[in-house]
C-alpha cells in the first residue's frame, strides 16, 4: 500500500452509525480516509498512537452563531478555537433566522443593524452565499455550512413592519431563498420569536419552507415559543412542515420557565407521532440549563419592530418603559416573555462590550446596586451598547434536558454565540461534557449513542454526504480522546477553558489540535451543500 499521509493506530474506533467500538486503525491520504486491520503498521508521514484511546469521526455542531467570526483579532482566534478543542470539525450557522446572506446591496442598511444587534459589529453582510463563503472561508481551522435565515429574507424585503407579508414580498423572499440553496447554503432557519420573524404568519413560512423542500434541504425553527406556550409553537412547527413537504428539525428543544417544567414528556410523544405519520422530523439540545440571546429579546417585540436605531431612540423615554414594565407583567399575545416567566434575577449579562464591568452579573442585580429598577437598567444598558447586549437566561429544569438528550431524536449543538466578556459555556464545553458528565458519569447515554448523535446522525440530516463516518472515501474529519478523562472545563465563571482528554482533532486530513495545542493548519473551508431529492422519514 502506498504511504499514507496520517496514521492513527492502536485505538478503538466508533465509526459513528451507533455501533459498538471496534479494533482498527485510522488511515489518511489526500484528505480521505481508508480504515485498516489493527496495528496494520502501515507507513505514514504521521503517526498517532491512540492505544487506551476513541477515535471518532469529527464532530459536528448543528446550531451555532459563528457566522462572523472570520477576522485576525486575537480575542476572535480564542473563540474560534474553543469548539475545536473539543472535536467540532464542523460548525452550522444562521439558526434562529438570522444569517449574514443573502442581502441585496441597497438593503444592506436596516439588515446590517438587525446583523450587528445579533453578532456584534462589525455589520458585515453579503449577497450571496457564495460571497459569504468567500469572505468567512479564509484560513479557517475547521468547517462551516450555513443555514438560511427567514429573519434576515424579511428584513430585506418587508424590513421591520409589525405585518404580513404581502403575495409579492413572499414571492420575493422565496426567490433570494431559492438562489442562495441552489448555490450551497443548508437549508431554512427560523427564529419567530425575534423580530422581524415574529411578525410573520404560518402561511408565510410554509411558502419559504416549500422552496427549502424543493431543494431536499430542512426546515429548521426556533419555536415561536418555547415556555409556556411550547406546544401549541410545536404544533405550529409540525403544521409548516407537514404543509411544505420538508424535513423539520427543531432547534435547541427545551421547555423553558418554571410554568413549562416537564412538558417535554409530551413534546417528545408529540415529535414521536409525527414520525410515526410519516415527517422526517428531529430535533437538537445543549446539555446546560442556561440559554442564551440579546438583551433586546427580553423586551416585547414592539420595541425593535422598526429596527435597531429607532428602539434605541425609543427606549431612551420614560413613557416607553412604562409599558414595558406593564407588557412584561401582563404578557403580549404571541410573545415568549422570558422576564415575565422567570424574572430579571435569572437574567445574567454575558456581553456588553463597552461595560465589561457588569459581565457576569444579574439585572437585577446591577439595577439595585445602581437604585434604580430592571426595565431602566435593562434600556439604559442597550442605549450605552448600541443594542450589541447578549445575556444568559436560566430558566430550564435538568429533567428536561436530560430527557431531550436521551431521545432518539435528538442530536447535539451547542447553540454558541462566540462573543466576547463570559459568554455561555456551551461553546466551549458542550460535546465534552456529554462524552464526560452524561456519558460516563451519569450513564445517560452509551458512548457509541452519542457519538452518533454528534456524527452520523447530523450528517445525514443536513446532506454532509461524505462526513460523519469513518468509512473509506469519507472525508479526514477525526477526533481522537480518552473515554475516560474526556470532560468539558468551561464554566459559567470561566466559560472558555479548554475541555480535558482530547488528545488530537483532524480536519481535512491535518491535525488541527494536538494535544493541548492549536496548530497553525488552517484546512477549514465553508461548504456548500448540494440539493438533494426531496424524501420521506428519514432514519435517525
Same mark, same amino acid.
Given at each position: ?18 455501533? +459498538? ?15 485498516? +486491520? ?65 442581502? +441585496? ?7 446590517? &443593524? ?31 455550512? #450555513? ?65 427549502? #423542500? ?62 410515526? &405519520? ?34 434605541? #431612540? ?70 450605552? &451598547? ?112 479548554? +475541555? ?32 438533494? &431529492? ?7
Amino acid at each position: 500500500m502506498a504511504r499514507l499521509d496520517l496514521l492513527v493506530t492502536g485505538g478503538d474506533v466508533l465509526d459513528g452509525t451507533g455501533s +459498538p467500538a471496534r479494533a482498527a486503525d485510522v488511515g489518511v491520504r489526500d484528505g480521505r480516509l481508508v480504515l485498516l +486491520p489493527p496495528q496494520s503498521r502501515t507507513p505514514a508521514v504521521q503517526v498517532v498512537d491512540a492505544a487506551g484511546l476513541v477515535v471518532t469521526p469529527g464532530f459536528i455542531d448543528v446550531h451555532t452563531h459563528s457566522d462572523l467570526l472570520a477576522g485576525d483579532d486575537p480575542q476572535r482566534e480564542v473563540l474560534r478555537g474553543a469548539p475545536l478543542r473539543q472535536g467540532v470539525t464542523t460548525e452550522i450557522c444562521g439558526n434562529c433566522g438570522i444569517s449574514p446572506f443573502p442581502v +441585496p446591496p441597497e438593503r444592506s442598511g436596516p439588515v446590517g &443593524e438587525l446583523i450587528a444587534a445579533t453578532f456584534g459589529p462589525p455589520a458585515a453582510s453579503y449577497a450571496s452565499f457564495p460571497e459569504f463563503a468567500a469572505a468567512q472561508g479564509v484560513a479557517r481551522r475547521n468547517h462551516l455550512a #450555513a443555514l438560511v435565515g427567514h429573519g434576515t429574507l424579511r428584513a430585506a424585503v418587508v424590513g421591520f413592519a409589525q405585518r404580513r407579508a404581502t403575495p409579492d414580498e413572499i414571492r420575493r423572499m422565496g426567490e433570494l431563498l431559492d438562489g442562495a440553496l441552489a448555490a450551497g447554503a443548508a437549508g431554512l432557519s427560523t427564529g419567530l420569536i425575534y423580530s422581524p420573524g415574529v411578525n410573520a404568519g404560518t402561511d408565510e413560512v410554509i411558502a419559504l419552507a416549500r422552496v427549502a #423542500a424543493a431543494h431536499g434541504k430542512p426546515y429548521v425553527t426556533h419555536l415561536r415559543d418555547e415556555m409556556s406556550q411550547v406546544e401549541s409553537a410545536l404544533e405550529e412547527a409540525i403544521e409548516i412542515a407537514a404543509a411544505a413537504g420538508s424535513a423539520l428539525q427543531v432547534s435547541h428543544h427545551k421547555t423553558a420557565g418554571r410554568r413549562a417544567w416537564g412538558a417535554t414528556v409530551r413534546t417528545l410523544a408529540r415529535l414521536d407521532r409525527a414520525r410515526a &405519520e410519516g415527517l422526517d422530523v428531529t430535533c437538537d439540545v445543549y446539555p446546560y440549563t442556561a440559554g442564551s440571546t440579546a438583551l433586546h429579546a427580553m423586551l416585547p417585540p414592539w420595541v425593535i419592530a422598526d429596527g435597531v436605531p429607532a428602539m434605541l #431612540a425609543a427606549i431612551a423615554e420614560p413613557a416607553v418603559r412604562e409599558r414595558i414594565r406593564a407588557d412584561i407583567v401582563a404578557g403580549v399575545p404571541g410573545w415568549e416573555n422570558t422576564v415575565g416567566n422567570g424574572g430579571w434575577d435569572l437574567i445574567r449579562v454575558a456581553s456588553a462590550p463597552n461595560s465589561p464591568n457588569v459581565q457576569g452579573h444579574t439585572i437585577a442585580e446591577l439595577a439595585a446596586a445602581a437604585g434604580t429598577d430592571p426595565v431602566h437598567y435593562a434600556c439604559a444598558l442597550l442605549v450605552a &451598547e448600541r443594542g450589541d447586549v447578549t445575556i444568559l437566561s436560566h430558566s430550564m429544569h435538568e429533567d428536561d434536558v436530560r430527557r431531550v438528550l436521551a431521545s432518539p431524536l435528538t442530536m447535539l449543538c451547542s447553540d454558541g454565540v462566540p462573543k466576547p466578556g463570559r459568554p455561555h459555556p456551551r461553546w466551549a464545553g458542550s460535546f465534552t461534557r456529554v462524552l464526560g458528565h452524561y456519558v460516563r458519569d451519569v450513564g445517560l447515554l452509551s458512548l457509541a449513542e452519542a457519538v452518533h448523535k454528534m456524527t452520523a446522525m447530523p450528517a445525514r440530516r443536513f446532506g454532509l454526504r461524505d462526513r460523519g463516518l469513518l468509512a473509506d472515501g469519507y472525508a479526514a474529519d477525526l477526533v481522537v480522546f480518552d473515554p475516560q478523562r474526556v470532560a468539558d472545563g468551561a464554566t459559567y465563571d470561566d466559560p472558555l477553558a479548554a +475541555p480535558r482528554g482530547v488528545r488530537c482533532v483532524v480536519v481535512a486530513g491535518e491535525i488541527v489540535v494536538d494535544g493541548d495545542d492549536v496548530t497553525d493548519a488552517r484546512p477549514g473551508r465553508v461548504l456548500a451543500v448540494p440539493d438533494r &431529492e426531496p424524501a420521506g422519514r428519514d432514519r435517525p
